[in-house]
């Protein structure tokens, strides 16, 4: 199964785009230089729930992502260091080459998804109900700065 936006791709550029929900996820849960078990949980969540609650255009692209998106997740906490950000900045910004690849509006919908992923893993932890535990670092992360 491929999402039919994907067609000109390259498998390797597929698999980075699938893979972006958990980069987004590690990225944004390891500014604070701890991945708890909170923003890994409530990814998937999200993950899970945009299945059928994204854009209509998005749904088939998370029915694939969830599919192996705690075991990817999982496998990037536990190979998580610290220069892992730079890292996952690195994979990411890749995914602009990709996007001049695909439907214009597409693209739109996806990196705007992200970016809400980026949000939701960002309020995921601490404060009460999540409210107030975004610090600095995460906030500067959050928009993903690296994709334009």
Same mark, same amino acid.
């Given at each position: 199964?491929?999402?039919? &936006?994907?067609?000109?791709?390259?498998?390797?550029?597929?698999?980075?785009? &699938?893979?972006?929900?958990?980069? @987004?996820?590690?990225? %944004?849960?390891?500014? *604070?230089?701890?991945?708890?078990?909170? $923003?890994?949980?409530?990814?998937?969540?999200? @993950? =899970? +729930?945009?299945?059928?609650?994204?854009?209509?255009?998005?749904?088939?692209?998370?029915?694939?992502?969830?599919?192996?998106?705690?075991?990817? !997740? =999982?496998?990037?906490? *536990?190979?998580?260091?610290? *220069?892992? $950000?730079?890292?996952?900045? /690195?994979?990411?910004?890749?995914?602009?080459?990709?996007?001049?690849? %695909?439907?214009?509006? +597409?693209? #739109? +919908?996806?990196?705007?998804?992200?970016?809400? !992923?980026? $949000?939701? @893993?960002? #309020?995921?932890? #601490? #404060?009460? !109900?999540?409210?107030?535990?975004?610090?600095? /670092?995460?906030?500067?992360?959050?928009?993903?700065?690296?994709?334009?």
């Amino acid at each position: 199964m491929a999402v039919k &936006y994907f067609q000109n791709l390259t498998q390797e550029e597929a698999a980075l785009m &699938y893979k972006a929900p958990a980069l @987004v996820t590690v990225l %944004i849960a390891g500014a *604070d230089k701890n991945i708890d078990k909170k $923003e890994k949980d409530w990814a998937a969540k999200v @993950v =899970n +729930y945009r299945t059928f609650t994204a854009q209509p255009k998005l749904q088939e692209y998370y029915e694939i992502v969830q599919k192996t998106f705690e075991e990817t !997740l =999982n496998n990037l906490v *536990d190979d998580w260091s610290a *220069d892992s $950000e730079k890292e996952i900045i /690195h994979e990411l910004s890749q995914t602009n080459s990709i996007f001049d690849k %695909i439907d214009p509006e +597409y693209a #739109g +919908y996806l990196k705007a998804s992200w970016r809400s !992923l980026a $949000e939701k @893993v960002a #309020g995921a932890s #601490g #404060g009460l !109900l999540g409210l107030g535990s975004v610090d600095k /670092h995460e906030r500067e992360l959050i928009g993903l700065p690296m994709i334009d």
